[in-house]
């Protein structure tokens, strides 16, 4: 995979320096109405029965209320991503925000990386499944229209070593474990994906990023572009693989 490290994003971000910034959080961008975060692998977005306070939300809500838990300031969630994917998270600052970015998230621009086992044919395409879910949490596609949801990822192969591809995907629709099961059943599961993919595998960590984001401010109007270009852990990872190729 020579040269997947030069990969830079199309427009890069300004990290306003922080004070007071959240712990293993990155903040790229903040103003009264959104939050723009990079989430690292490991770390859930929302809270669980077991675990509440080791979330993205738990800790945007303790930096906006500056350590006061009488205060009135809190974030609100506009979309997830799964523990275990790195990337661009965006979080609204009033129901107002909230209301109108889920409302025209259709509109958003979604541009996820991943490296996956092998080398796809052909090398970008669209893949189109109904997806639904069982009663063990996983995700599977059907054929039958009364379980699934009809769900759309388009992806192209960036580079490509012995046994291994790294891929850019473009997310059209946001279904749970939507890019991991279209993958999957392609029979190219994501490189360290311990629930759709293969044991014994190159990474502790699902590689798998949400580098960029489009998407409309919710007062200002004004087209918001956010990409992180590939994280330090992922270029490492690709480092690896092409040893190994």
Do not use: C
Not at 191 to 207: E, H, I
């Amino acid at each position: 995979m020579e040269g997947v490290n030069k990969l830079e994003p199309q427009h890069k971000v300004t990290r306003p320096a922080q004070k007071h910034t959240p712990k293993g959080l990155t903040i790229l961008h903040e103003d009264k109405d959104i939050l723009v975060v990079e989430k690292p692998s490991g770390l859930l977005t929302i809270g669980t029965d077991r675990d509440k306070t080791r979330t993205v939300h738990y800790l945007l809500n303790d930096y906006v209320r500056k350590g006061n838990p009488k205060s009135r300031n809190r974030v609100y969630v506009v979309h997830r991503l799964d523990r275990d994917t790195s990337g661009l998270l965006v979080f609204a600052k009033s129901e107002a925000a909230k209301t109108f970015l889920q409302e025209n998230w259709e509109l958003t621009d979604k541009h996820y990386l991943a490296v996956v086992h092998g080398q796809l044919t052909p090398k970008e395409g669209k893949i189109s499944t109904r997806l639904a879910e069982n009663s063990a949490q996983k995700v599977y596609s059907t054929l039958n229209p009364a379980k699934g949801k009809l769900s759309h990822t388009e992806y192209k192969v960036l580079q490509e070593a012995k046994g291994y591809s790294l891929v850019e995907i473009h997310l059209l629709t946001g279904r749970k474990h939507q890019i991991r099961v279209h993958l999957a059943g392609l029979g190219h599961p994501v490189v360290g994906d311990k629930k759709y993919g293969r044991g014994g595998d190159v990474s502790k960590r699902l590689a798998l990023h949400a580098r960029s984001i489009s998407f409309t401010h919710p007062f200002s109007k004004k087209p918001m572009t956010f990409d992180t270009g590939m994280p330090d852990d992922f270029a490492r990872l690709l480092g690896k693989l092409s040893l190994r190729s």
